[in-house]
């Protein structure tokens, strides 16, 4: 038995891609720390995990395409088994539905990772940005006028209840 322990031998991940790895790490971080700064339960470490693994199963799917095998199944499962995850993080509070926007967030890192997983590196992390971007110009935008908070965000209070309003009687 051949034990090549050599660096080369470790830092080798074929089929896999080093670039394609990182940008998948750099997309996911992009996006997971806008997310954990803001105290969601989609940061860093989970956004890296899901971008990641969804750059993998991609990728891996692309290295043993066969004459009987279609890699665009996996993307397919992929967006299913997303679907699933996202649907975990979303829950109804006091009448509210929380969690959407994470949720959302949630299939778009997965959408990254086959962006990446296809050949696309640059443009997984262009649509990080895009992401960040949007998630952050809502944000100010909806900050900024009243208007744009009606029937989208109810702002809930301390242990996530509605906070009382002042002018009507308990």
């Known amino acids: 038995m051949n034990l090549d322990l050599t ?3 470790l830092l080798d991940l074929a089929p896999l891609q080093w ?3 990182l940008a998948a790490m750099l997309s996911a971080t992009i996006i997971g720390l806008e997310r954990q700064l803001l ?3 989609v940061g860093i470490r989970t956004s890296t995990l899901i971008c990641l693994g969804t750059y993998v199963f991609i ?3 692309n290295h043993v395409m066969r004459d009987v095998t279609d890699p665009s199944r996996i993307i ?3 967006v299913t088994g997303i679907g699933f995850l996202g649907a975990g993080v979303m829950m109804s509070r006091d009448g509210a539905v929380v969690g959407v926007t994470s949720a959302a967030c949630i299939w778009m890192l997965a959408a990254i990772g086959v962006t990446i997983g296809v050949g696309e590196p640059l443009l ?3 649509l990080a940005l895009l992401s960040v971007l949007v998630l952050v110009g809502v944000d100010i935008a909806e900050n900024s006028f009243k208007a744009l908070q009606r029937g989208v965000h109810r702002r809930l209070g301390r242990h996530g209840r ?3 309003d002042p ?3 308990p």
């Open 7 to 9: 660096l080369s031998a």
């Open 19 to 21: 670039s394609s790895i």
């Open 39 to 41: 105290g969601k339960p």
């Open 59 to 61: 990728a891996i799917s």
């Open 76 to 78: 397919g499962q992929a």
């Open 124 to 126: 997984g992390v262009k």
């Open 162 to 164: 509605q906070p009382r």
């Open 167 to 169: 002018e009507r009687l």
